[in-house]
């Protein structure tokens, strides 16, 4: 079946400008997460959200970034005024109700 | 204290030896615990998980829990060259909460 998609797979913006990242989870996950690789890194968790509870959110690095869930499935996580920092590997990943979880091919977020 | 520890490594093995990768967690409430690998370049992709005290073998995989220790581990016998890449350890809390990663261990196999 379909896995979890994200677009674009690429990303080059300028510094300053708002950027959109999309993930469409795998069909019936409830869980949906955001998590960021810089070059070298381990995975940053950034935010989760699960089934209609309200999102943890306690990953954001900042307040120029925020993510919501439409209708308990596509995510989209939105990043304002962007910086050079904020490059990095964006990955969502979805899965059933703590059970492991699948990834996307992730976004690669070049700030200008 | 981070969360999730590992070593960085890089680990490097010799062809058709173990591998043993550790990590270490912070919260006692920790129930669920995964091992993913990640190629260069790629997204981490599922190992195993382990949700009980003791040994979980899958092929030449086995992971290795030890709640009072905060410790789990994986161990990959008769590793291979295509097992080189990083390997992430994953520990979620109880109540199905986050799911927090380490920072990875690059393991090396040499031919």
């Known amino acids: 079946g379909a896995g979890v998609s994200q677009s674009p797979s690429n990303k080059v913006t300028e510094k300053g400008k708002d950027v959109e990242l999309r993930c469409d989870p795998i069909s019936g996950h409830t869980a949906l997460y955001w998590y960021r690789q810089s070059l070298g890194q381990g995975l940053e968790f950034l935010i989760y959200f699960q089934g209609n509870s309200a999102p943890d959110k306690s990953g954001l690095p900042s307040d120029r970034f925020s993510a919501e869930r439409t209708g308990g499935s596509v995510s989209t996580l939105t990043i304002q005024r962007t910086q050079q920092e904020d490059s990095a590997v964006y990955l969502c990943a979805s899965s059933q109700y703590n059970s492991p979880l699948h990834f996307g091919n992730g976004t690669r977020l070049t700030v200008t | 204290q981070k969360e999730v520890e590992q070593n960085s490594g890089p680990l490097s093995v010799p062809e058709g030896a173990i591998a043993s990768l550790n990590c270490t967690y912070s919260d006692r409430g920790s129930q669920s615990f995964f091992w993913y690998r990640q190629y260069s370049g790629k997204s981490p992709e599922l190992i195993m998980f382990?949700?009980?005290?003791g040994d979980k073998e899958d092929g030449r995989f086995t992971a290795q829990l030890n709640k009072a220790s905060q410790y789990v581990s994986l161990l990959i016998r008769d590793s291979q060259p295509s097992d080189s890449a990083t390997y992430l350890c994953?520990?979620?809390?109880?109540?199905?909460?986050?799911?927090?990663f380490g920072q990875g261990t690059e393991l090396s196999v040499k031919p």
């Open positions: 994953a520990v979620k809390g109880d109540q199905g909460g986050k799911l927090i």
């Open positions: 382990i949700y009980s005290n």
